[in-house]
């Protein structure tokens, strides 16, 4: 799975979040680059749904 797809799959939209906060966006690729999903998903859990309410996928 890739960074990405991951994301589109907890429904948070990358594109609006590396616009408004670049430095999150570049962090938060860097650790899942390292860990790998599985361990992202496990470690950053907390993160996800204020992102989620932040940067939302437009249906």
């Keep these: 799975m890739t960074f990405e797809e991951f994301f589109a799959k907890k429904k ?3 594109e609006t979040l590396k616009i408004k906060d670049d430095i999150l966006f570049q962090e938060l690729k860097s650790h899942f680059e390292q860990m790998g999903a599985k361990s992202f998903d ?3 859990k907390y993160l996800f749904n204020p992102l989620r309410n932040q940067y939302p996928i437009e249906a």
């Design 42 to 44: 496990y470690t950053k």
């Design 12 to 14: 948070i939209n990358l």
